[in-house]
């Protein structure tokens, strides 16, 4: 994607996001949008449509998490708590906005489709803003859909948050991510007990904890 079409797309996720405070998400138009963002319908030509600006809002609150935790002291599940709640302070921001587009969004086969992509997207940008990003243990696929799953469960709780300081959403975070490194854990204990061909069945390491706990605020 060019930076001037992406300069435009985000410019219309964010009139959308603005509008869409005061008017339902299902009621936005694209001539709404392109007034509010100070541009003219034309300049959306070819470019996009309100479908296309709403899948948009994805990858913009993917550049949430660009700043980064690549801190190594920090274990990796930290780390990737860190970068995907910086995602979710953005949506905070825009709360209304969002609920809105969630639930258009329900109404929208299309769009639900394109989401799964989304998701996945997101899931890799988060492995790369944490440094997590290299070979590890797994192949990249494996582990961008179990975050994946831990984005969509921490979404939902997201979306019932009753706390300023979205401690629901953070616990459903932190609860997906610590299932997903156990797992982790007790595969590769298995696979490395078939590998060493010592013929012994590794202990399952369910009850495993990471050195560094983190705690959600």
């Known amino acids: 994607m060019s930076d001037a079409r992406k300069d435009l797309l985000n410019k219309g996720v964010e009139a959308a996001l603005e509008l869409a405070k005061t008017i339902d998400w299902r009621d936005l138009t694209l001539s709404a949008i392109a007034e509010r963002a100070g541009l003219s319908l034309k300049d959306f030509h070819g470019v996009a449509d309100k479908a296309k600006i709403s899948d948009a809002v994805e990858a913009w609150l993917d ?3 660009s700043e980064g935790s690549t801190n190594e002291d920090e274990t990796p599940r930290t780390r990737l708590f860190d970068v995907i709640m910086m995602r979710f302070d953005r949506m905070e921001e825009h709360r209304e906005a969002m609920l809105s587009l969630i639930e258009w969004r329900q109404t929208q086969p299309a769009r639900l489709l394109n989401l799964i992509a989304a998701r996945h997207t997101t899931a890799s940008w988060a492995l790369s803003c944490s440094g997590l990003d290299g070979s590890g243990d797994f192949p990249k696929p494996i582990r ?8 969509a469960q921490a979404e939902i709780a997201w979306r019932k948050e009753d706390s300023a300081d979205m401690s629901r959403t953070m616990a459903k975070l932190d609860g997906e991510l610590r299932k997903m490194e156990e797992r982790a854990g007790w595969i590769t204990s298995r696979f490395s007990g078939r590998k060493s061909g010592t013929g012994e ?3 399952a390491t369910t009850g495993h904890e990471p050195t560094t706990e983190h705690q959600p605020s």
């Open 144 to 151: 961008t859909t179990a975050i994946a799953w831990a984005l």
């Open 63 to 65: 550049d949430a998490m």
């Open 201 to 203: 069945k590794p202990e």
